[in-house]
């Protein structure tokens, strides 16, 4: 199982900059990757390709773009690029997104979801492995006249969905490499998702799915303060029905019920539980909500875990 970490530095003076000052230090703590969330601001793709070319010690991943809004083919050029940047290191993630992101945001109807991630994996996988595609689904039409080839990113590039209810598992199952469960607690994961996952991809004849666990946490003592700042800002996931659901599965109510607060015994042995649960990877997400100095203890436990 390796170790990673969620960096967010949207708030710093540059962006861009800040990143690759917290990558080099996440590395230096043994960490193994870094992964960018995508909202409207910074583009993750061009993010990941900048900071893991410029610390090559990492592997980089974006965490995840949504598939409303965007077309396979920009995705596939901005993927391959990043991939031939990093030297095979880059990681995308899709998402199906939310209905209030998707329609106020884009002005697009939230309609037939897991149809639509479907045909966009479809027409991603070919574009990606073989620089071309010949896909007319219902929604999408992915059928370049030119090469959509990125030179450098031969390799292809890993897919995984930010995936946890039934339909969108079996989806990736069968279509990516691996899904990015967020709030998903072990229970969760051991019980509901790891099972339906490994099901779908067995019967589409796939490989073993990664699973990347997005767990947030950090290492403090001051555990009910933390754990209250953790409350305040995950509220916003517990109006979204799937990261509700996620957290009941858990055994949780509140989405700051699935964090992982606490020392450094206490956090490993979470980190541990969710080995034992499935996961093949875990990503710490919100690890500087206590302040800088428990963010760096949080990032020196998690690389020691790595190691």
């Known amino acids: ?22 990558a080099r230090e996440a590395a230096e ?17 061009q993010l ?41 290191r880059y990681h995308l993630g899709l998402a199906l997104g939310t209905k209030l992101i998707t329609e106020s945001g884009f002005g ?23 620089g071309t595609a010949d896909f007319h689904g219902e929604l999408l039409t992915a059928a370049p006249p030119i090469s ?12 995984l969905v930010a995936a946890m209810g039934p339909q969108a598992l079996r989806a990736s199952g069968e279509l990516a490499d691996g899904i990015l469960p967020y709030l998903a607690g072990p229970r969760a994961l051991e019980e509901h998702i790891v099972p339906a996952l490994t099901a779908a991809a067995a019967a589409a004849g796939r490989p073993s799915p990664r699973i ?18 953790a409350t305040e800002q ?11 659901r996620v957290v009941e599965l858990s055994g949780g109510r509140r989405a700051s019920d699935v964090a992982v607060i606490g020392d450094e015994r206490t956090v490993a042995a979470e980190v541990r539980r969710y080995r034992d649960a ?12 206590a302040g800088e100095a428990d963010r760096r203890r949080t990032w020196a436990l998690l690389g020691e875990l790595a190691a």
Do not use: C
């Open 1 to 22: 199982m390796t170790v990673g970490v969620a960096l967010n530095a949207s708030d710093a003076e540059n962006q861009v900059d800040a990143s690759v000052d917290l």
């Open 29 to 45: 703590a043994g960490l193994r990757s870094a992964w960018f969330g995508q909202t409207f601001g910074a583009d993750s793709p």
């Open 48 to 88: 990941a390709a900048i900071v893991g070319r410029e610390e090559p010690r990492l592997h980089v991943g974006t965490s995840a773009i949504p598939v409303f809004g965007r077309h396979p083919l920009l995705v596939s050029s901005q993927a391959q690029t990043a991939q031939a940047a990093t030297h095979g």
């Open 108 to 130: 697009l109807p939230f309609e037939r979801p897991i149809a639509r991630l479907r045909e966009f994996l479809t027409a991603l996988r070919q574009l990606t492995r073989t």
């Open 148 to 159: 959509a080839r990125v030179p450098g990113a031969e390799s292809g590039v890993p897919l």
């Open 212 to 229: 990347v666990a997005l767990v947030p946490g950090v290492v403090t003592d001051d555990v009910e303060a933390v754990r209250a700042k």
């Open 234 to 244: 995950l509220a916003f996931y517990e109006q979204i029905p799937s990261y509700a």
């Open 278 to 289: 499935g996961a093949t990877e875990v990503v710490f997400t919100s690890t500087d909500i």
